[in-house]
């Protein structure tokens, strides 16, 4: 009898290792299942970051274009905005009297102003202002009674502001005192 306990022990330990592999097996059916699921959702991520990649670069393309034509096309208001007083100023030339031509001459000044100041172009005034560096470059110094060390006597060449920004300095003369 002690074999036959021994050999329903032995079948019963058989059944137990027998469930516990087939316990393993399931549960190593559901981990490459887990890891199925997990390498189609890594294709689909790397599908994604393709697509998203091809997009971002189709936009860069896009923009960099974008950029180049309005750098190309940038000043294409300002000039059709001059190109009138351009014509007039070339009837003035064409015009034979000299009255003609001095008037024309006026009004096309007159509209080439108007035209600049309403995109922003200012004059900077310089005579008898204080030297400004950020605005002002002095190419000659002289000695003068009449202005105060610093002050400018004479502007040789007049500058320009575009919103603000200098964008041509004033070219001076600068009274400079030895004290």
């Known amino acids: 009898m002690s074999e036959e306990k021994e ?6 330990d058989l059944k137990d290792l027998e469930s516990q592999i087939q ?3 399931d549960e190593i059916q559901e981990k490459e ?4 699921k997990k390498d189609q ?13 091809a997009d971002f670069e189709n936009f860069k393309k896009r923009t960099e274009k974008q950029l180049s034509d309005q750098i190309h096309y940038a000043n294409e208001q300002l000039i059709l905005k001059i190109l009138d007083a351009y014509e007039d100023l070339e009837r003035a030339l064409e015009s034979e009297k000299s009255d003609d031509l001095t008037e024309g001459v006026q009004l096309i000044y007159q509209k080439l102003k108007k035209v600049l100041e309403g995109e922003g172009l200012e004059e900077i005034f310089s005579k008898g202002e204080k030297f400004d560096p950020y605005q002002h470059e ?3 110094a002289e000695a003068h009674d009449d ?8 502007e040789l060449c007049k500058g320009y502001k ?3 920004k200098v ?5 001076v003369k600068v009274c400079k005192k030895n004290d």
């Open 7 to 12: 050999m329903k022990k032995l079948q019963d």
């Open 23 to 25: 316990e393993k097996d």
């Open 33 to 36: 299942e887990v890891i199925i």
């Open 41 to 53: 959702e890594l294709d689909n991520y790397k599908e994604q970051l393709l697509r998203l990649q």
């Open 138 to 140: 002095a190419l000659m």
């Open 147 to 154: 202005f105060e060390n610093g002050e400018i006597i004479e």
């Open 162 to 164: 575009l919103n603000s």
């Open 167 to 171: 964008i041509k300095y004033s070219k």
